[in-house]
């Protein structure tokens, strides 16, 4: 396609982005001083009813203290700045480099907090202590505001980037895609996957449906974000947790065939971290209820996916060769890991995202072909996904 129509309509987002950029560094910048501010009332009430201990275990129990915050500080880094530090498609910072960079904010967050606690908050209990521990909060919540204030900018120009590229896309290439910007897969198509088995759904919120028709089939995709609420009992009490079941581009498609079981391809995490031997031996481990490890012959595949299904026979007619290559090629083509299920007639694909795979990168300048072809790709892929997997080829006949 010609994406010069696109990113003529761009000129006037690229006039806001360097500003864009500066207020999207303050408010990361205010969001870490907010953190820090909170493990310092943290580490100050550790001083303040710990600090005259001098027995070796007591300052053991006092160390672990200090260590469980700097894991939990060191993720909350990560994820705020993992998208940002993603800055284009030929300019990438790579996961080694972000996670050094993390490491060390961390650990000068944790000495700067552990500081400022002691000095600030890691005195004796009286009146002033407690002006400085109600200050305190007073200021962390002006910081985490502030913060919220200087982050709504880059909010509203990834908003107005999207609703401007994302339909200009979608008309543009062949086929008959219709896009929803407020539209999302539906909750019962999202749970009858069996890829994410829930005890009870807290939040199910999404955008950007793109759907259409192949053939005689019809597919439809769209960002997703799904929390699930879990509820754990322990010595007579029961807690409750909130958590992410999914985050990131779910996809469905018909499938010409009435499957009698479920079938199910993971990305082989376990054979490339572990190695092929110990991989396997994890891969055997049970998953998905009743399924069992599906061994293939093709080494390629199995190098990249675990398949587990609950008919071995009905997983390797649906799995052909020719299946298995055109599953590699996609994965190629989408540049990330995907997990797929074929159940009830349909297959459905997930694709995992902790940022949103349609903003823009912000240290690059937003009307120029390297903004826009990775979306295009993207979306592009999305749409080919029932021709690139064959699933209008009349290999079996409906039931």
């Given amino acids: 396609m010609d994406n010069y129509l696109i990113l003529s309509d761009l000129n006037e987002l690229e006039n806001r982005r ?14 870490m001083l907010t953190m820090v501010l909170f493990f310092t009332l943290f580490f ?3 001083e303040s009813f710990m600090g005259t201990e001098n027995d070796f275990f ?7 203290f200090y260590f469980v915050p700097g894991i939990i500080l060191f993720m909350l880094i990560f994820n705020l700045l993992e998208g940002f530090l993603k800055l284009g498609d030929n300019i990438t910072i790579s996961r080694k480099a972000k996670f050094f960079i993390v490491l060390g904010l961390t650990i000068l967050s944790i000495i700067l907090a552990g500081i400022l606690g002691k000095a600030w908050l890691g005195t004796e209990l009286d009146g002033m202590l407690f002006l400085k521990w109600f200050g305190s909060i007073f200021i962390l919540l002006i910081l985490g505001l502030l913060s919220y204030v200087l982050g709504k900018p880059e909010k509203v120009f990834t908003e107005d980037f999207k609703n401007l590229v ?10 008959n895609a219709v896009y929803h910007a407020k539209g999302m897969i539906k909750k019962e198509l999202f749970l009858s996957s069996e890829l994410f088995p829930a005890q009870n759904i807290h939040s199910y919120t ?32 029961t807690s409750t947790s909130v958590n992410d079941l999914f985050k990131g581009l779910f996809y469905a498609a018909d499938f010409n065939k009435h499957f009698k079981g479920i079938t199910v391809v993971l990305p082989d995490h376990p054979r ?23 061994r293939l012959e093709n080494p390629d595949f199995e190098k990249e996916f675990a ?18 290559d055109r599953m590699l090629n996609l994965q190629k083509r989408l540049k990330q890991d995907f997990y797929v299920s074929f159940f009830d007639n349909k297959m459905f694909l997930a694709v995992y995202s902790q940022y949103d795979v349609y903003a823009p990168f912000l240290f690059k300048p937003v009307n120029t072909e390297d903004q826009v072809k990775p979306i295009v790709e993207l979306i592009s892929g999305l749409i080919e996904t029932a021709k690139e997997l064959d699933l209008n080829t009349r290999i079996w006949s409906k039931e």
Avoid at 58 to 64: N, P, T
Avoid at 166 to 175: D, F, M, N, R, Y
Avoid at 272 to 294: D, M, R
């Fill in 166 to 175: 994302i339909p200009k896309i979608v008309e543009s290439l062949p086929g």
């Fill in 58 to 64: 007591f300052k053991i129990f006092k160390a672990f």
């Fill in 18 to 31: 360097k500003r864009i950029i500066a207020y999207s560094i303050a408010s990361r910048l205010v969001m």
């Fill in 307 to 324: 398949v587990y299904s609950n008919d071995q026979v009905e997983a390797r007619y649906i799995l052909s060769p020719a299946l298995m």
């Fill in 44 to 46: 100050g009430f550790i």
């Fill in 272 to 294: 490339k971290l572990f190695g092929a031997f110990l991989g396997e031996q994890i891969n055997a481990l049970p998953k998905f209820g009743n399924t069992s490890i599906v």
């Fill in 206 to 237: 999404g955008n950007y449906l793109i759907e259409g028709n192949y053939g005689k089939g019809e597919y439809q995709f769209s960002q997703l974000e799904v929390k699930e609420k879990r509820e754990s009992r322990s010595s007579g009490s």
